[in-house]
């Protein structure tokens, strides 16, 4: 009957070694196998190897956890520096009190010129703005119809109660605004963004 | 060639750098090059507003009659324009006029392929199986005169 005993023994371990693996599988990786059967036992070295399988596995785990943990991160940065650019693409800048500054630099298509109006509107109706200065000087290039535009968010500031001027303007764009014949009358301009700024302190001192 | 897939707005920032140097390479003008660029952008926008997902790719172009050029590509996976004719119109889509009280709220003045048709010489639009690929030409030697403002 030993041998039975023995048989039952083993069946009791293994089942024992096949539920702490289940527990494994559920990411409990500090458990670890008794090994307390007979030397030389043929499940010692089976419990010993599994063991030491739970143990690399561990160690695997932690690591991919930190990688995850560094890929969240960066994921987090990409996210913080994607609503950077947002920003940074239409800045409005108080130079002074009460008046804003919307420079614009780079290409200029028409979904950022529509942009910088909804910012441009907003900002001026959150900052109780009295003046908006838009300075194209980094702008070389305006399809026709974005400087059209340009004339309808200078008049958009104005309903809102705030004066507003464009400077920075390049002759190619001035040639451009004059052949389409564009309505100027009340459009403020000033030749640079320092005298746009001068003329407003000056005149509100 | 070099293609760039364009599924969100970071996407187009590439290309966009990538044509100025492309174009100042085939020979264009500096003033040229802001030009495509401003092509480039307006294509990745309609893209993005319209066609789903895409992409944009450009290449050296040369023609018998107009000399040397650059080639531009603009793949989505979106609709075929309803009305082609109309969505080449400034303040409309392919549907039609846009609302200008809307234009805040749909990010765009409707002016963009327009845009794309005054800095470019030849527009074409090819449909393939459950795509649409706009085709735009532009000549350093322009056959027409350029409507955009130029230096």
Redesign the interface.
């Known amino acids: 009957m030993t041998t039975n005993d023995e048989l039952e023994q083993v069946r009791e371990r293994v089942a024992e070694a096949l539920l702490l693996l289940s527990s494994v599988e559920f990411g409990d990786t500090s458990v670890q196998l008794r090994v307390d059967v007979k030397s030389r036992h043929p499940l010692e070295a089976a419990f010993n190897s599994i063991n030491e399988l739970i143990m690399a596995f561990a160690a695997e785990n932690e690591q991919s956890n930190a990688f995850r943990r560094e890929l969240e991160g960066h994921l987090e940065v990409i996210e913080k520096q994607?609503a950077a650019?947002?920003e940074l693409s239409t800045p409005i800048i108080e130079l002074w009190e009460g008046v804003l500054c919307l420079p614009v630099v780079g290409?200029?298509?028409?979904?950022?010129?529509?942009?910088m109006?909804?910012v441009l509107l907003q900002a001026i109706v959150d900052q109780k703005a009295r003046y908006a200065i838009i300075d194209i000087t980094g702008i070389?290039?305006?399809?026709?119809?974005?400087?059209d535009?340009f004339m309808r968010m200078a008049r958009a500031v104005r309903l809102l109660g705030a004066e507003c001027a464009l400077t920075g303007i390049?002759p190619?764009?001035a040639?451009?605004v004059v052949q389409m014949g564009l309505d100027l009358t009340d459009i403020v301009t000033h030749r640079s963004l320092r005298d746009a700024l001068s003329y407003y302190v000056s005149a509100h001192s | 060639m070099p293609r760039f897939t364009i599924r969100e707005r970071l996407d187009v920032f590439e290309p966009r750098r990538l044509i100025r140097s492309a174009a100042a390479e085939v020979g264009f003008r500096h003033s040229c090059c802001l030009e495509l660029a401003i092509v480039v952008s307006e294509l990745c926008s309609n893209i993005l507003k319209y066609g789903v997902e895409g992409s944009i790719e450009f290449d050296k172009l040369v023609d018998r009659h107009n000399g040397v050029g650059l080639e531009i590509l603009a793949s989505d996976v979106g609709p075929p324009f309803k009305n082609l004719e109309l969505a080449l119109r400034d303040g409309h889509d392919d549907r039609g006029p846009i609302d200008p009280g809307s234009m805040l709220k749909r990010g765009g003045l409707g002016t963009g392929l327009g845009a794309v048709v005054r800095l470019t010489d030849a527009f074409a639009v090819q449909y393939g199986v459950g795509m649409k690929t706009i085709s735009v030409k532009r000549y350093i030697a322009r056959p027409r005169a350029s409507t955009a403002t130029r230096k």
């Open positions: 994607r650019i947002q290409v200029l298509d028409t979904v950022r010129s529509t942009e109006t909804g070389e290039v305006m399809d026709t119809r974005t400087v535009h390049n190619h764009i040639q451009t």
